[in-house]
Structures are given as C-alpha cells and as structure tokens.
C-alpha cells in the first residue's frame, strides 16, 4: 500500500490522444532552452537534460548571464527528479535572493518551480510554501499550467497531511484544469499517481484502467516522456489481482527503461515494487532484491521510496517468521514515514510494528502501537470527504482492527475491547450516516453537472448498443465521466465530525437491547483460524472455529457453485454448517439469530445450512443480517413517532424490450431471469420478467389503501424517483438487479428508461445514496442485489447497504440470480405473513418454509436460499 506520490482520491483524468511537434535541433541558446522547456513539460528528463546543459554553456559563452541561470534552473528541476542533490536546494536559495531574480516574475516562477522540485525529494510537506507561492504567482501571470501544477501538487501533500477533504477537490479540479489547458505531460503524469491511489485504495481494477489510459495516450504523444508512473501503478495492480506473471512483464519492461535513461527516481520506486511481486512466490530472492532496492535509494538519497522499500522488507521477514530482522525494519520504516510526515501510510508502518511485537510476545507494546495506529486512522476518517472513500480506506487498513482484535481476544482476553475494535470498523460508513442524520447530497457544481448528464446518456447508449467493439468505447466513455462525478458530502463543522469520531455501541449496551429470544454471531475470518464473537442478554464470548479465512472461503465458493447447479441439499451446507455453528455453545443458537458477517460469508444465506440431522437452520432459527452490531443499534433507535402515511410502493412490470417483439412460452420450462450486464462488452439486452407486475399488484392488494403502484411504462426510474419516496411504510421493487464488485457505484435496479426526462432506467448505487427514505422496509426483488465488493472489516458494497444507507430500516434482497415464478410466490407467502404482523425476518423464514412445502423436492436451494433480511429485526 505505498507509492512515493501516493492519491486514492476519485478525480478526472480524461485525457484525448494529443500530438505535439517536436522541435529540431537548434544552434541559438534560446531555441535550445525552448525545446528543453518543452520536453521537461512532458517530463521526458533524459533529454530535457542535455540540452539544458547545452544551452546554458551556450549562453555562458555569449555572456548572457540571465540566459544562462534560465537554462541552469532548468536542469536544477530536471535533475531533481532524476536524482536530486542536497546542495541543489542551497543553490536555488542563493538564486532566489538574486536582484535579478528578483525584479523578473517569469524568472522568480521558474527559480520556485526548481526549488519545490528539489524540496519534494527531501519531504514533500517541506514544499508546501513554495508551491503556495507558484500557484499565487502563476496565477497572477495568467500561467494557467503551472497554477493547476501547483494545485494538483499541493492536493497531494494535502492527502499526505491526513486532508482528504482538500485533498480530494484540490487534485480533482488541478486535474480537470490540466485537461482544458491541453497540458498532456502533467495530465498523465498526476493520472498515473491517481491510478496508483486506485490501487492503494483496494480498487486494482480502476487503478489499472487509469494507468493503462496514460501508457496509452503517452503513447500518441511525441517527445512524452516515459510513463514510469503508469507502468508502476499498473503491475501493483496486477500484483493485488494475483497476476505475479503479468505484473512481472510490466516491471521488467519499465526498469529496463529506466536503466537506459538513468532514470534512477523511477528505478528506485520499480525496484520496491519488483521486491513486493515476488514476494508471494519467492521471499528469499524477494529479500534480496529488496535489499538492493534499499541500498539503491540510500545512495541516491530516494526517501520516499527508502521508507517504502524498509516497510514490504520488514513485511516479508515477519512472513518467512524472521522476526528479529522484521522488527528492526518495521521500526526504521515506521521513523522513516514520520519523518516524511506521511499520515496516511503511517497506520500500516505502526501494525506492522504491533503484530511483530505481538508475535515477540510484547503485548503491552503491540497494544499501544495498534491503539495508536487506530488513533491515526480516526483522523484520516475525519477528514474524508464522502462515504464511499470511507469504506475504501477502512478496506485498505482492515489488517489493523483484525490484528488488534485478536491481540485483545486471544492475548489479553478482553472481550468487550475485542468487541468495541470490531465495532469501530464495521458498517463504519452506514453508522457515521446514521448517526450524523445528515442528508447526503451531490455536488452541484457546473463540472459534476454537465458530467451527469453525459453519464445518463453514455449509459442510455450501453442499454441499446449490441456491437462489442461500440460498447467497448462506450464502457470507456462511462469510465472518463465517473470520474467526474464522484461525490463530495457538504463539509462539516468541527462540532459535527466530534460526533462521530468512533463510537461504536459497547458490548454492556448491546446485550441490553437484546430479548432472551435473541443473539448476535458476529463473525471473523483469520489466516490461521476463525472466530465467532457471540452476544446473548446476559452471556457473550468467543469461540474458535476449525477453519481459516482460505478454507472458509473455498467453502463459500464450492457452496455457491452447488447452489448455481440446483443441487438439493449441497454437501458444502453441511460442511460450512460444522465450521460456522457447531463449535458454538447450544445454549446461544437462540431461536432468532442475527449474523454480522465477514468477508465472503457476506455471499451465502446461513439459514440454509444444514445440521448434522440434515435439517435447514431455517426449521428452528430465524436468521437476520446486519453490518455491524452498531449499525443494527442504530437502526433499532431508529423508530418513528408515527408510520409513513403511505403503506406501499410497488415497481414492477419494466418494459425492457418493445412490447411488439417481447414474447414468453409460459407452458415452458421454468427459466431464470438472467441479466446480461450492460457493463460488459459482450453484454445484451435485458429479457422483460413477465410476472413481476403481478407480484407488484399481489403485494399492493394485501396492504390495501393507501398505496401506490408503477407498473409496466409507470415503472420508470424517473416516475420512481418522483414520488415522496419519504412518505411510504414499504417500498417494493421488482425488476432487474445489476451487480458490480469492480465498480459497486455502477450496481443498479433496471428500471424503465424514459424518454421525456432522458432517464437511462439505470437506479445506480450512486443515485440511491442521494435519496431520503424512511421506510420500515424495502424490498429488492432482483438478482444479486446483496451481492457486491467485499470490503475487508468495512462489509459489502451492495444494493441493499446503500438502501440503507439512504434510510431503510431493513432490506430484503437477494444472494444470486432469481426464479421469476418462484420470487412471485415466496413473496406473496412473504407479505401475507408481514400482514399479519410478523417482523421482517420471520415473515421471510415462514416464506421459505411455505415454499418448501408447496413444491416440495422441487424447492431446492437456488430457488428460496438466496433472500435474506438485512437491518432492524424487531420493533
């Protein structure tokens, strides 16, 4: 998790195929520094530098003293992120305090820009001042390039500092800047930096979408430079997706460059990088080559990357159980990145430090460092400008709140702080939303605007088009706009952020809010071994399970692929059944069971797992989910003096094709609503499911009046989004479900386009965060509306989080692909028996139970297994 220049800010990197003259060999000294300039502004150093060379010997020759230090700063900067010096720094100050200087901006511009260049490589918060000042400067001068130089700078020793907040709109709109003014260098250079923070940030994918727009587009321009920057952020993400082959060719590729260009800044950094991809499947010559990396930064005075290299050193010593060696690299680096003032990888250095102390059997030690390591990551958590980049960062920098929770469970045996560290991560985001009652709101600048308008249409565009190679472009064109509609919550004051700073429900709390009825299994998956954490009224503790997170996930995988199969009663059921339930006492399987899950065991419904007699948990247990014991807390304080006015809301019925060519063959074999993602290049379009308007109507009829039903060309987004959606007890929408683990924002309920207000029909995730809804349910009759990115102890990035976000009480969604005439039944079981005022997950239990029963062996699993009730259980 490290790069010299590190952003996992969401920002604009849109950058057109631009081509740019190159400039012929010149024999005047000012035509000489002209190309140098030019070159140096694509950050093609090797040769910006000779001809800086040439010109100021040139210039000297001639006696023109000021063309001379022009070229001479001129090279300072070049050189400075070649291989900077630290008597470059005592030169430029020298140069500064120049009358010459001094009396000229244009001259005094070019004599900070070298200086901030040299500054950066002694400790990036050390330039801070100086590219203050060249933005105030350029900005004056009318230089519309270096102004959005210095700001995309100074964004990223904001992020450096901890100030994601400033961070995230400082680099965003440098970034976009730098696109209009067609500075293409500077485009893909802070792009690349973007692309590596994509992957720091847990989202590999969109790192090496970035990164492989600025190879690319690098490619098309004449004279770049060569995008170091780019290939390194991409073999990291290679690296993170496990493709060791692929990610080796990459480095292999870039560090051969990189010798022949003495490009010894990008060397070092590839070489850390190179050390950490053979890490996995070769920690002696990993060691080595991280070693040679070390010493190659210490000779070339590379800090950023020193620290970096002494961090994944210190890393693979304690994996190969070399821990005297990993704890004195750990500390070094852990003084290294203070040092640099580097907030936001200092959390990481400090667990590493704790866990190696913890294997030593320095407990009083290990705890201080991961309290400390937390304290640090609350203030990144303050200071984050939107819920989504909070949920990234407690993904990224899950290893400290695991390994502290099992430092406090096991090596201190104190349950309730192995409780609370949980607590502090889990469904963080949802439980900071719950607790701020602030409504979330877009941007309305006039960028984020124009950019959701083009979103609308690019996706308008995906819905309809069936040639791969035009949905490949498209998907391309999709990806550019996102980046400039990520959003960006209102700021909030001091007072505000004081309210959420870390306050998860205590474990004293929680057992008194449970019944006798109930109990809480909140799960951790750890390498070596597993653990449940169960909570009843008046007993808590921790079992171990006999299965770490590898074995519990193959499982999971083997479970699901049965279940895809149909096959009756899957063995795995019973396999994860042994794991999950029968280490646990028998006396807290209450008969209503909430579960907080983790990592892949978000993706499987624990109801249907079966005990050693052969039987479902579902016969004697009613299973909920929730993100987090707080979060269910909080939704349970979540009760309204008086119910919405309106009982019900019910879409169904979309029209996906035209009405004139639709057809079914309802004496068919039962078929399964398959979505064709609109997301994916071979995608197609959506098949209409035919009986969900009467599972709509059916609903609406239990409930009576007053209600409100969208049906057939009503079922649109637009129509959708244009009820009081604030006003209705139970919202319920069947229609597809679209999941997305590379890009969550993207997940969507498929609703019905409409043509008047331009819709694309696409209800996304980052729509749904924006609605305000008081609803004591909502109901996702869809497929795969539970399923999503998994985000270490944070959760699940899903359809039914966000839901829940924006309000809901509970969520009924679902696992896995749906079963159009199977839905419509167990939903029609599922509100008759919420009619008859049964909670939620009851309802949903004797649903499944009734469906069992009507069809009997022909209910396998895949048909009924796959809902699941998240959120408050009982009123």
């Keep these: 998790m490290r790069a010299s220049r590190p952003s996992l800010l969401p920002v604009v990197t849109v950058i057109f195929s631009l081509s740019l003259p190159s400039g012929a060999a010149a024999s005047d000294p000012q035509t000489t ?75 005094t511009l070019r004599c900070m820009t070298a200086k901030a260049a040299v500054e950066e490589q002694v400790n990036e918060d050390y330039s801070r001042a100086t590219w203050e000042k060249i933005e105030e400067l350029a900005k004056r001068l009318g230089d519309a390039r270096w102004q959005a130089r210095a700001q995309a700078e100074l964004g990223i020793i904001a992020f450096l500092d901890g100030d994601v907040a400033t961070a995230t709109q400082t680099l965003k709109s440098a970034l976009i800047s730098l696109y209009l003014q067609g500075d293409m260098g500077a485009a893909i250079y802070y792009g690349s930096i973007v692309g590596n923070g994509k992957v720091e940030a847990g989202q590999p994918e969109e790192g090496i979408k970035y990164c492989q727009t600025a190879i690319q587009t690098a490619g098309t321009i004449r004279d770049m430079g060569f995008p170091f920057m780019a290939y390194e952020g991409k073999a990291r993400g290679l690296i993170a997706l496990q493709q060791s082959a692929e990610a080796k060719q990459v480095l292999d590729e870039a560090i051969g460059r990189a010798q022949v260009e003495n490009a010894f800044a990008a060397e070092a950094q590839l070489l850390v990088v190179r050390g950490k991809q053979e890490a996995a499947t070769n920690p002696q010559e990993a060691a080595k080559d991280l070693r040679e990396a070390i010493d190659f930064c210490r000779e070339h005075g590379f800090r950023h990357p020193l620290a970096w290299g002494t961090f994944e050193l210190a890393t693979v010593y304690g994996d190969q159980g070399d821990l005297p060696r990993a704890q004195r690299y750990a500390a070094s680096a852990e003084r290294r990145t203070e040092a640099l003032d580097d907030k936001y990888h200092l959390p990481e250095d400090l667990a590493l430090m704790a866990d190696i102390a913890a294997r030593t059997g320095q407990t009083r030690e290990a705890d201080l460092l991961y309290r400390r390591a937390e304290d640090v990551t609350e203030g990144l958590l303050l200071s984050l400008p939107n819920r989504e980049l909070e949920s990234s960062l407690i993904a990224t920098l899950s290893n400290i709140y695991l390994g502290h929770f099992r430092l406090a469970a096991i090596r201190l045996n104190n349950l309730s702080e192995a409780f609370r560290i949980l607590e502090s991560a889990r469904g963080r985001s949802i ?61 909030q004051t001091t007072f505000q952020k004081a309210t959420l700073r870390n306050t998860p429900v205590s474990l004293r709390a929680i057992q008194g809010s449970l019944s006798a009825n109930e109990a ?24 171990r399970l006999p299965a770490g997170r590898k074995d519990v996930e193959a499982l999971v995988a083997a479970y699901r692929a049965e279940i895809s199969n149909g096959i009756p009663a899957p063995p795995s059921a019973a396999q994860l059944y042994s794991v999950l339930f029968k280490p646990l006492p028998l006396l807290i399987l209450k008969p209503n069971l909430v579960i907080v899950p983790d990592g892949k065991l978000n993706l499987i419904p624990f109801d249907a797992l079966m005990d050693g007699t052969g039987e479902y948990v579902l016969r004697s247990q009613t299973v909920s989910y929730a993100p987090s014991a707080t979060v269910l807390n909080l939704l349970g304080h979540r009760r309204k003096a008086s119910p919405a006015p309106i009982t ?62 969208l049906l057939g060309p009503e079922a649109t987004e637009a129509a959708f989004k244009a009820e009081p959606l604030d006003q209705f007890r139970i919202i319920h929408i069947a229609a597809h479900g679209i999941a997305s683990s590379k890009f969550p924002d993207r997940a969507a309920l498929a609703l019905g386009e409409d043509a008047e207000h331009k819709d694309d029909g696409l209800l996304q995730a980052r729509e749904i965060r924006q609605l305000r809804l008081s609803a004591d349910l909502v109901t996702l009759s869809a497929c795969d509306t539970g399923a999503g990115r998994l985000e270490g102890e944070e959760g699940i ?24 005439t199977y839905s419509e039944s167990l939903m029609d079981h599922f509100y008759g028996h919420l009619a008859e005022g049964r909670q939620p997950a009851q309802a949903l239990r004797q649903a499944k139970l009734d469906l069992i029963q009507e069809f009997g062996d022909r209910a396998v699993p895949r048909l009924w297994a796959g809902f699941v009730v998240v959120g408050a259980v009982a009123e």
Excluded at 79 to 89: C, D, G, H, K, T
Excluded at 520 to 543: K, M, N, P
Excluded at 659 to 674: I, Q
Excluded at 798 to 819: H, M, N, Q
């Design 33 to 107: 520094l002209a190309e140098a300039d030019r070159l140096a502004m694509l950050y093609n150093w090797p040769r910006a530098i000779p001809l800086y060379t040439d010109a100021e010997h040139e210039f000297r020759r001639l006696n023109n003293s000021k063309g001379a230090l022009e070229a001479r700063l001129g090279w300072l900067r070049a050189e400075a992120y070649e291989e900077a010096s630290p008597s470059f720094l005592a030169e430029v100050d020298r140069d500064l305090r120049s009358p010459v200087v001094q009396r000229e901006a244009r001259l």
């Design 431 to 491: 439980a900071d939303q719950l607790r701020s009652g602030t409504e979330p709101r877009a941007p309305n600048d006039e960028v984020t605007q124009g950019a959701s308008k083009e979103l609308q249409r690019v996706q308008i565009q995906l819905l309809h088009a069936s040639v791969p190679a035009s949905r490949s472009s498209l998907l391309d064109r999709l990806f550019e706009t996102e980046q400039l509609v990520a959003p960006t919550n209102e700021a």
């Design 520 to 543: 809480i299994l909140e799960y951790v998956l750890d390498d070596s071994q597993s653990f449940c954490l169960y909570v009843t009224h008046d007993r808590a503790g921790l079992s």
């Design 648 to 709: 019900f809301l019910g879409v169904g019925g979309v029209r996906y094709q035209d009405p004139s060519t639709a057809h079914r063959n309802l004496g068919e074999k039962e078929s399964f609503a398959s979505v064709r993602d609109p997301f994916d290049p071979n995608g197609g379009p959506l098949p209409d499911i035919p009986l969900s308007a009467d599972e709509v109507t059916s609903a609406g009829a239990i409930f009576g009046k007053p209600n409100v039903l």
């Design 797 to 820: 990035e899903s359809l039914e989080r966000v839901f829940l976000f924006a309000g809901a009480r509970s969520v009924v969604a679902s696992l896995w692909e749906t079963s159009d």
